[in-house]
């Protein structure tokens, strides 16, 4: 067994250990800006073949054929298909009513999978420097759990992808320059050429890698004595081969451009509008000497401080340089560039995000240096182990942190910026956000779901033997790829299958547990007098469909108290239906929040039609404010249209008709508190609800419904508040 054991190559034991590690902690469920909507992008190509998206979606632009469309480049799409189609496949076999339960955590996968590669790849990357194989692993380690890295593998972000492809782009060309081999000019340019691909921006490195790839060039040809016609010769061959790769990127990104919005430069940087015209505009809102000064040193956006072991390199540099002069001064290049394409953007901060997000591809960059531990003395080496071993640990509690908890339902709530001290306030409070760990008001607190135990025997098993190998140095016998194959193909097979049984097939299920996590960190925060952010978990839970849905609407209710008014019950809805096509509306006594039973309007998918209930009429008064609230819950609601509650009023004679949206909601979410306050018109004298679905499929409920007129005596529910 030993022997066997002795064959596996140790960096396919390092990707599925921390691919592992990563499946461990990724969020699983994502719904924010750019990532949403490269995630619709890949969706659609499967699904309708198309580039156009739906129209709702947020940050879309219309373009061509008056369509939605993604404002993104197509790197990061491109890579999303084969999973988003993988989870389309299980979804046959396991069907569900929203596809994206299963899609979602399929593509989610993506990101771990870039940063244990990129993890390897570091390592890989280490030994060719000659480092030793303990300090690369070393090295490997403070990466992978001990800086910014981990928490990006949690979501959809482009930027675990941008590390891979930067470090890639810094491996090949070193390659270049080791062997000379065309091979590796050619590869270099083709990962950098996808770079940009995947973000327009990053462009600015090539020429940084060019000019060192062409001194090497230069470099040989001085070398072997060439005459001046042919080392232009093989500068201008060296041109070709690199830049080539780039150059039919762009070719793509321009021709995708057009297909969208009509024109060869649309769609890049997170606009349609012309990258020069956004370029300057930036340039014009910058402030760099407040984003250096943050980027350096604040305790939100610090690469330092939420990256704790690369301080180091400040210390290990002047080494670096003199070891490795050209390479030092490639890396150092791409540091320079890359910090000052953050700090002269006016959105420097990186938006709503666990630290510098646009500096997070460079984080590799900050931890190689770090291998000239090998050149000190043993007595300075064992200092500098030592202080590596103090970073990591604290580095790996700010991760774990970042892990463990969901920064964007951070700033909705409080409306700051992320901290470490705020994180782990909510972690304090039990708002963990976990496709594997669930806290229970009820019965045993602490669950774990069985995926996440699989997970962490497979990584327990490789961390061992990892550090078994680093211990008893290299191996007599050499590695066998076809060993390290079956090992891998194991792993995923086995990590595969546990997805599917205990996350796929149960995905309400384990929904619900995350809901009543949230349940319970707003119980905790309750209990400690913090109203405004139980107020916020208590709503969070119950869109995202907690188990004790009751429980969570009552205390909503009494945080928000709502006013005295006529209630409209789910029955009253069904005095006047209008429906169009094959849909139904009905009321449901097994899906009510109130438990009087809801108002169900459903279509199946593929046609968009218009299911409504119309309640009877109620006598109100002209130039009067009143208050319309109540709870909406929608399932696999995705055509053109919403599930809404609409208000019309009259003059009693069907004239001076006016209708107000109160709500409108589209794709899945569980219950949800709607209110809007109106004022009637001067010839009001009735006002009648509307509640289902217009121009859409999917499954509206609509329950608690109620008018109230607003008085001193009888104030309006206020609004969720914003704890800041």
Known sequence: MNRILSRVPISAALFLFFFSIYSLTMSGWFQYGGEIEKYRVAQSIVDRQSFAIRPIVTRGATGVGGQTYSIYEMGQTLLEVPFYLAGRIVENGFPVADVNWITMPFVGLLNPIFTALTCVLLFQTGLLFGFRRSTALGLTFLFGLGTIAWPYSRGIDREPLLALLLLLSFYCSYRFAKTRATYWLVVAGFFAGYLAFTKLIQAVVIPVFLVYLLALIYQAGKTAKLNRRNIALALGRGVFFFVLPTLLFLIAQSAYAFLRFGTFYSGVGGSKLNLVYVIL???????????????????????????????????????????????????????????????????????????????????????????????????????????????????????????????????????????????????????????????????????????????CLIALLLGAWIVWQARRGMSDLPASRRVGALVLIAGLIVEFAALIVWIVIPYPQVAAARADTHLVAANA?????????????????????????????????????????????????????????????????????????????????????????????????????????????????????????????????????????????????????FQKTLTTQPTTQRLYVAAGLWKTFGTVWVDGLEVAQLAANNPAAPELPTCN
Request: with cysteine; aromatic share 10%; glycine share 8%.
């Open 281 to 455: 505009y930036e340039l014009q809102l910058s402030q760099p000497l407040v984003a250096t000064a943050g980027l350096l040193f604040s305790p939100e956006r610090s690469i330092f401080l939420l990256s704790l072991p690369a301080t180091l390199i400040v210390f290990a540099w002047s080494k670096w340089f003199k070891q490795y002069r050209m390479e030092a001064a490639l890396l150092l290049a791409v540091l320079l560039v890359e910090f000052a394409s953050a700090a002269l953007r006016w959105e420097w901060f990186g938006g709503p995000r666990w630290g510098a997000r646009y500096l997070v591809q460079i984080t590799p960059f900050l931890i190689l240096p770090l291998g000239v531990v090998d050149t000190l003395s043993q007595r300075a080496r064992r200092l500098w182990v030592s202080a590596a071993a103090v970073l990591f640990v604290g580095g790996f509690l700010v991760q774990g942190i970042a892990v463990l908890t969901n920064e964007r339902d951070f700033v909705d709530i409080t409306a700051k910026s992320l901290t470490v001290l705020g994180q782990l306030d909510f972690l304090r409070h039990g708002a963990v956000d976990s496709v594997v760990l669930y806290l229970s008001p009820v019965g045993q607190m602490l669950q774990v779901n069985p995926y996440g135990i699989v997970l």
């Open 525 to 673: 925060f309750l209990a400690d007098g913090r109203r405004c952010e139980a107020t916020a978990l208590y709503a969070i839970a119950l869109e995202r469909g907690t188990t004790y849905q009751r429980e969570a609407a009552t205390r909503l209710d009494e945080l928000l108290p709502r006013p005295r008014g006529t209630r409209i019950a789910a029955a009253d809805l069904l005095a006047d239906p209008e429906i169009s096509g094959a849909a139904t509306i009905a009321v449901d006594p097994a899906n009510s929040i109130t438990g009087d039973g809801s108002f169900k309007a459903s279509a199946a998918e593929g046609e968009d039609v218009i299911a409504r209930g119309h309640a009877d009429p109620l006598a109100v008064l002209p130039n009067t404010t009143y208050q319309v609230s109540g709870w909406i819950k929608v399932e696999n609601i995705y055509g053109a249209g919403n599930g809404t509650v609409t208000v019309y009023e009259d003059n009693g004679a069907y004239q001076d008709i006016r209708g107000t949206d109160i709500v409108n909601a589209s794709e899945s979410d569980g219950w949800s508190r």
